[in-house]
């Protein structure tokens, strides 16, 4: 289970610095360095966002952001960004044509909030797509 967990947390997470993930051998070798026991009563999944908090104090680590486009009515798109705002971390492209278009980065934590107060303030008209879950740099690195 301890692999386990490593391996959720290596597969959520980057180095927030280069935004490329981390070995699970590395978060294990974390994991016993902060001293983490496993608890057989809780999920997998839940003691990876456990450990990941833990980690956040000991090593640069982050969740990955997840990459998202929303699709709102322009006469509501204005007021609702700026209920977004706080919840974005990075917008990457807006078009205002005939619907305002937002291409941004997002904490994963905050999807459900983003994804309810579409739903709730376009009354359906909006829409929320997933263009990738994590966002990392993927490929070699250049050491200079």
Not at 92 to 113: A, M, N, T, W
């Amino acid at each position: 289970m301890f692999r386990d967990i490593a391996t959720i947390v290596a597969d959520k997470c980057v180095n927030p610095e280069t935004k490329r993930p981390y070995t699970v051998i590395l978060i294990e070798r974390a994991m016993k360095d902060i001293h983490y026991s496993v608890k057989t009563n809780k999920s997998t999944k839940q003691q990876a966002l456990e450990v990941i908090k833990q980690l956040k104090e000991k090593m640069k680590i982050e969740r990955a952001h997840m990459r998202l486009r929303f699709i709102l009515p322009v006469n509501e798109g204005k007021k609702l960004k700026e209920k977004l705002k706080p919840l974005i971390k990075v917008i990457e492209s807006e078009d205002y044509s005939q619907q305002l278009e937002i291409v941004c980065l997002i904490d994963p934590g905050c999807f459900r909030e983003i994804d309810e107060l579409i739903k709730k303030e376009t009354k359906g008209k909006g829409s929320l797509e997933v263009l990738n879950l994590k966002d990392v740099e993927e490929g070699d690195e250049k050491l200079e």
